[in-house]
């Protein structure tokens, strides 16, 4: 927590080795790779199983039930991927259409409360709100991503592949350099 109120630049690091540095709100926004998400933020950044395509011209992202379009994304023709869907606790909201979940648990911090949501496949994810719901453990509800958030993770090494606005799949270099914000 203090990296990130105090510094102007930080540090990710894990079993001695540089995972990303750069200012902290840059590293939380668009972290280099799902431990860097998974381990800035509190509560951690939600990781969901999902499937990038090609269809009809525009770039389509499917969570279970859930299929949403990726403006400005652009894909070649037949493009599948299964990758990993990165999106923030805060920056989940109720909305038609969206994955159908069963809230778990709501656990009320004071200033926020934090309701705990299960998917059909047994995929967990948390919510953050700060206003009244009178949603109650057990209720199904339909959850949806915030596009402008929302990060795509490749399966394999974990590294990011695409941040909101892009219109190309970020190449993602399999070194063991440093990766800088900068860039």
């Excluded at 894909?75 to 989940?92: K, Q, T, W, Y």
């Excluded at 974990?158 to 190449?171: D, E, S």
């Amino acid at each position: 927590v203090e990296a990130t109120t105090l510094a102007d630049r930080a540090m990710v690091m894990r079993n001695g080795r540089i995972e990303q540095m750069g200012p902290p709100m840059d590293i939380y926004n668009r972290p280099e790779n799902r431990f860097v998400a998974t381990f800035v933020g509190d509560p951690p950044m939600n990781m969901i199983p999902a499937h990038l395509y090609e269809s009809d011209g525009k770039a389509k992202l499917k969570i279970e039930n859930m299929e949403m379009d990726i403006p400005g994304l652009q894909l070649d023709d037949g493009f599948n991927l299964d990758v990993i869907a990165g999106i923030r606790p805060e920056d989940v909201r109720v909305g038609d259409g969206g994955l159908k979940s069963k809230l778990v648990v709501k656990q009320n911090i004071g200033r926020a409360e934090y309701q705990y949501f299960e998917l059909n496949d047994g995929t967990s994810f948390i919510r953050q709100i700060y206003s009244d719901e009178n949603l109650q453990e057990g209720d199904f509800i339909s959850i949806m991503p915030n596009i402008e958030k929302l990060i795509l993770f490749e399966d394999n090494e974990g590294k990011a592949i695409y941040y909101y606005g892009m219109k190309k799949l970020r190449k993602v270099l399999l070194t063991e350099g440093v990766k800088n914000n900068n860039d």
